[in-house]
C-alpha cells in the first residue's frame, strides 16, 4: 500500500540554524500538507500546498517557514532561523484532491513524521 | 469548520466494541465528519469519515445521528493495537485536530 515518508526521523539542530524537513507523498496524490505537534498537544495545520503555490496556511506560518517541491517526487518544509519553541513533530500529508473550493474534503494520508530538537 | 467535542478519555475491554462518541453541534450541512486515529507520536492514520449516511469500513463503523450534530465510532472487537488517541473531525475547509478521545483498551 502506498505510504508518505518523511526523512529524517529525527533532527536535531541549533537555535538560528536552518532546517529543511523531506517528504515524498503518494505519488498520484496532488495536494499536499505540513502539520506540526508540540509535545503533548493537538496537531496543528500549518500549510497546504498544490500546484506549486501555497493553497492555505495558518498563522503559525510565518515568513520563517516556507515549502517547496524541488521535484516530481519531493516536498520539503524550510524552517530558515530555527526557535526554540519550533521544536516539534513535523507530519506531512498528502491528498487526490484538496480540501478548499467547495467541494468535498479528500482524505489526507499522514507521514510517520519528523521531529525536530531546537537545541 | 464544525467545532467538535469529545471526552478525553475512555476505557474499552478487549473484544469488546469500543463507542466513541463526537458531538458536532455546528457542524454545516456540506461539512463532512472525519475520525483519524494517533499511537503514541506516529501520524494520524485515517479510519473513515462520512456525510449523513451511516459508512462502514474494515477497520470501524461510524453512526451520524440524522441531524448530524453528533456521531459515533465504533471498532467492533477492539484490540491492545486499538489504544490510541482518537480525533473526529469537522471539515469544511481543512482538517483541525482537537484534544481528542485517548482511548485505552483494557486484557
Known amino acids: 500500500e502506498p505510504e508518505v515518508t518523511q526523512t529524517p526521523s529525527h533532527q536535531v539542530t541549533q537555535m538560528g540554524q536552518e532546517v529543511i524537513l523531506r517528504c515524498v507523498p503518494i505519488?498520484?496524490?496532488?495536494?499536499f500538507y505540513w502539520y506540526r505537534q508540540i509535545l503533548g498537544q493537538k496537531v496543528e495545520f500549518l500549510v497546504s500546498?498544490?500546484?506549486?503555490?501555497?493553497?492555505?496556511k495558518s498563522e503559525i506560518f510565518d515568513d520563517q517557514f516556507s515549502v517547496e517541491r524541488p521535484d516530481g517526487s519531493n516536498f520539503t518544509l524550510k524552517i530558515r532561523s530555527t526557535k526554540l519553541e519550533d521544536s516539534a513533530m513535523y507530519f506531512c500529508?498528502?491528498?487526490?484532491?484538496?480540501?478548499?473550493?467547495?467541494?468535498?474534503?479528500?482524505?489526507?494520508?499522514f507521514g510517520p513524521g519528523t521531529r525536530l530538537t531546537v537545541l | 469548520d464544525a467545532k467538535t467535542t469529545q471526552p478525553p478519555s475512555m476505557d474499552c475491554a478487549e473484544g469488546r466494541a469500543a463507542n466513541l462518541p463526537c458531538n458536532h453541534s455546528?457542524?454545516?450541512?456540506?461539512?463532512?465528519v472525519y475520525w483519524y486515529r494517533q499511537i503514541h507520536s506516529q501520524g494520524p492514520q485515517y479510519i473513515i469519515h462520512?456525510?449523513?449516511n451511516n459508512e462502514t469500513n474494515e477497520m470501524a463503523s461510524l453512526i451520524i445521528t440524522e441531524d448530524r450534530k453528533s456521531s459515533t465510532l465504533i471498532l467492533p472487537h477492539a484490540t491492545l493495537r486499538d489504544t490510541a488517541v482518537y480525533y473526529c473531525?469537522?471539515?469544511?475547509?481543512?482538517?483541525?485536530f482537537g484534544t481528542g478521545t485517548s482511548l485505552t483498551v483494557i486484557p
Open positions: 500546498f498544490y500546484n506549486n503555490e501555497i493553497s492555505e
Open positions: 455546528t457542524i454545516s450541512g456540506n461539512e463532512y
Open positions: 473531525i469537522g471539515t469544511g475547509n481543512q482538517f483541525y
Open positions: 462520512g456525510l449523513k
Open positions: 505519488s498520484n496524490h496532488l495536494y
Open positions: 500529508a498528502s491528498s487526490v484532491y484538496g480540501t478548499s473550493g467547495g467541494g468535498p474534503p479528500d482524505t489526507q494520508y
